[in-house]
């Protein structure tokens, strides 16, 4: 049966979308929400008497957050990380390649610096035997052996350090590290001991040569008769601490040729006011203090040198360990 128009109705007609005033009189807003349970647009869930309870579906989606948005955030997120992870290990990598090569090269002038005194130390063992061998106690301490020693160290120690920069080897470069810090610390103590003990050390010495004057001329040490000839020669002096020093080797009122002012053959027969009269030992000991800035800047040289190369080994070594921790 069809329902009048003019019939009443509690149920009111909403206004169409097309009609052109809106607004509801005054109090017909409340009384309409009074009516049908509760005011429109408050937190109830009533609409015009139409209750409105969200089922479990509703409410889940009322509260949560579309996936696809959580997962776009998630992938943006884990790009820019990616992107700063990239950038960090390429300046890594560019860091790592910078001391790479300034390790190597060290390294290399390294190898020839040690490739020269080995040369220069076999030389002087072919040529003139144990060259400058001026202790009796330590025959072996000849210019010629503590020149070969030191080149094969420092040939061995650069070869270490160039394998292990150009390889990236963790191993080759901590080792090159150990050796060279070892070298170091042995330098840093003989130096120190060499000015705490300076008195003993003086004594000793000057003992030890004058027992070295004993063998001078014999056979089998030619390297210490050379030594000999040529520093009373070139420092214009005569024994160790005194031009006696030699008549208690000779036995007699007698010199080497080389402390003579004019050298001759049998010169060191003639009188004592022919000779040098000046000491070897405090000679050679007041050339060293006239030169010791010389010989300071020789040993701060030294010193850098290894420090530097200290210093790029454990930097490279800490750049390869950080590049297989965070770019492998």
Known sequence: MRRSST??????????????????????????????????????????????????????????????????????????????????????????????????????????????????????????GNFATLSSSFPSLSAANLLIVTGTFVMIIGFVGCIGAIKENKC????????????????????????????????????????????????????LTNAWSIIQTDFRCCGVSNYTDWFEVYNTTRVPDSCCLEFSDNCGLHSPGTWWKAPCYETVKMWLQENLLAVGIFGLCTALVQILGLTFAMTMYCQVVKADTYCA
């Open 7 to 128: 019939d009443e109705s509690t149920y009111h007609r909403s206004p169409s979308l097309d009609s052109k005033d809106y607004s509801f009189p005054n109090g017909a807003f409340r009384r309409y929400s009074s009516m049908y349970g509760g005011q429109f647009g408050a937190a109830s869930n009533s609409f015009f008497g139409f209750h409105t309870n969200p089922g479990p579906k509703a409410t889940k989606a009322k509260y949560t957050s579309p996936k696809g948005n959580k997962y776009v955030v998630f992938y943006l997120d884990l790009s820019f990380i990616f992107l700063l992870e990239l950038k960090r290990c390429s300046m890594a990598h560019n860091c790592l390649q910078c001391i790479k090569y300034l390790m190597f090269v060290f390294n290399l002038l390294f190898w020839l610096g040690g490739c020269g005194i080995l040369g220069v130390g076999i030389w002087l063992a072919v040529t003139q």
């Open 172 to 223: 080759l470069l901590l080792s090159f590290f150990i050796m060279l810090l070892i070298i170091f610390v042995l330098e840093l103590t003989v130096v120190i001991l060499f000015f705490v003990y300076t008195d003993k050390i003086d004594k000793y010495a000057q003992r030890d040569l004058k027992k070295g004057l004993h063998l001078y001329g014999t056979d089998g040490n030619i390297g």
